[in-house]
DNA sequence: TGGCTAGTTGGAAACGATACCAGTATCCTC
DNA sequence: GAGGATACTGGTATCGTTTCCAACTAGCCA
């Protein structure tokens, strides 16, 4: 099916017998033109075939009506969700999404910025995989169109709309639920600290210790990576300790995979050999026998909320701002009285 | 932290008291400059802060480097994982690839083709929500682009390559697995006969009672859409019927939470009333209690055989072809011994 | 020394659209 | 019927690149 070329607005008004202006004032119905040209443009569309060419147009215009997104790993169903929501709200106001994934690396954090600057984007809704990089500071300050972070805080970018979620208030009330269980021995399987997530929930889980005027159990921090290899290791290592814990929390639903299959490894029954706590609801926290208690917020209202503050800085030209996506603590079976020791 | 202008080719031609020319050639490394003027221009580069415009140069260019993917539903974790395995071996070639989602509706599959058309991408991996709408064959045609599809038969397009996974040695051996089992109500779950998995699934799952001499449980089949609702109620139905069935066999992941869903609801234990066989292997499948058996196969692998395909046909210049990546059964606790009626 | 080639460079025409500025025709209004 | 506003249309510069072609320089050989 290859035409030799492809018809230009160019043939359009040749065909038409009119001008090329007056084709591309039909084309963005321009209020001043007569029905009577409107047919003849129309009808010599049709007949040449001719369709619209985004990239010349954009050149011109100075806009792509294309947002950049870039996820620090598109595998995980949570960032999934995130990009369903926001590919929601900007389809609705005509933008195109495009989806990059820095697979946890602060280098393509860079790398993509960068090539979606050269893009010309007008705007970006980011999760970096490194909020404290330089070099990726440097990239975001060359920026000249709007960004909305996602549950990150990069400090010296003053100029970015920010959505996060409430982590201290989920962590609080997971903590606290654990503590009337009767648990103390909590343990806490997190990612990187260069994250803004992990470092809240971090933050959140001593001070509710502290609050209760407990000592946080500091042997029994694991932070490593976000993955599931990594929450298995985790695991198979606390449960190796001289004072193996008695309630664990996941701080996410990759680590959990990694989390229950340390478990089963060691044959350890969640419930009743030990208590478990997971951050963001997946099938798998419903459906786990028994069903595990989890931090849970709305993935696809986060997305939808991020693109909300882009437009409403792309169209509305407005200022940046901060949003929240509340926390909630849904109980479940994986939690209950802590066993005798 | 906005300029005023970006800085274009020509303000580092004037800077560095050279041709505009000379400072593409420098750019495109190009064999004839000489290092004086390769010092110079790149110099001027940095000291007027330019940086490429990819929109003129693509539109000048007559190409894009850029490569749309759409996929029918993107918050399902099996297309993560071809979009992921699509996306890295893109990037290598360095392809962007721009991510869509139609979200199981026809009607975008088309405006969704259309579009990316107009944005001049360079290729397409597509995973339409219907393959048998004429509208989206239209839009398919008016393509000059090589196409992948992945895992559908659109017919008519006969100069796509295509990526499909072997359902059929899947399914058979899932089937065969069940009836040596002692099962014969066997159910089946699954998703619209306009996607090429369910149409194979179903066909396969007939045919293989036939060769058994056997007939195949017509009143047990359920052909849904691929959703978790789907699933749940098929599955409530199945239960509440004159003879409900002794297997099920749930097309998809998502249909497999909601098969669990109603199980739970009607407290069936997994493996001791009823056998369960899932396809595509998630989390869920491997710690659910007890673990499930599943028909599984390499998504990521998918992704990454699609972007091959494809650019083959962009930069080798290849004929499309077909590949198909294999099924495995594996066999888990979820079945067993069929319960004695 | 003349002439030829190879290595560099500059100039200008595309690529396919939009938007500004004029120009013409039409219609009121007094 | 003159004057001016209004509705429409055409021509052309421009967006930021790449690419083709011509021109210039230097080196080399006969």
Redesign the interface.
């Known amino acids: ?3 030799r070329r ?1 018809a230009t607005m160019e043939d359009v008004a040749n065909h038409a017998g009119v001008a090329l202006s007056s084709v591309s004032r039909v084309l963005n119905d321009h209020p001043d033109v007569s029905d009577r040209m409107k047919q003849r443009v129309m009808g010599a569309i049709a007949d040449v ?1 001719y ?6 147009s ?2 011109r215009r100075g806009s ?1 009506k294309t947002i950049g997104f870039l996820a620090s790993d ?4 949570l960032f ?2 995130i ?2 929501g926001a ?2 709200r900007l389809d609705e106001a005509e933008y ?6 820095s ?1 946890g690396s602060g280098e393509r954090d860079e790398e993509m910025i960068r ?1 979606l ?4 984007t007008d705007g970006l809704i980011l999760s970096v995989s490194d909020e404290r990089r330089a070099g990726t500071l440097v990239e975001l ?4 169109v709007p960004v909305v972070l996602i549950d990150r805080d990069v400090k010296g970018l003053d ?1 970015a709309s920010v959505v996060t979620s409430d982590h201290a208030r989920g962590m609080r009330s997971a903590v606290d639920h654990l503590i009337e269980l009767g648990h103390t021995d909590i343990a806490l399987i997190s990612g990187p600290r260069q994250l803004r997530p992990a470092r809240e929930r971090l933050r959140v889980f001593r001070r509710a210790f502290r609050d209760q005027q407990l000592e946080p159990p500091e042997h029994l921090l694991r932070i490593g990576s976000f993955s ?1 290899q990594s929450g298995e290791q985790a695991t198979l290592d606390l449960l190796a300790s001289d004072r193996p814990p008695t309630a664990m929390i996941a701080g996410g ?1 990759l680590l ?2 990694g989390v ?2 340390a478990l ?1 490894r060691r044959k350890l029954t969640v419930g009743r050999d030990i208590a478990l706590v997971s951050c963001d609801e ?3 926290t ?4 028994p069903p595990i208690t989890v931090i849970a917020r709305d993935a ?1 209202h986060m997305g939808d909320l991020a693109a909300e503050l882009l437009l409403e800085r792309l169209v509305g030209d407005a200022e940046p701002r901060r949003a929240v996506v509340p926390t909630s603590l849904i109980v479940r079976d994986s939690t209950k009285k802590a066993r005798r020791r």
């Open positions: 099916m290859a035409r492809d075939g369709e619209p060419n985004l990239l010349a954009s050149l792509t598109i595998s995980n169903p999934a969700e990009a369903l590919e929601r195109t999404m495009v989806l990059t994934n697979e090539l600057r050269w893009r010309r300050a060359r920026l000249d100029d599931a639903n959990l995979t229950l299959r089963r997946v099938p798998l419903e459906l786990h026998s696809v």
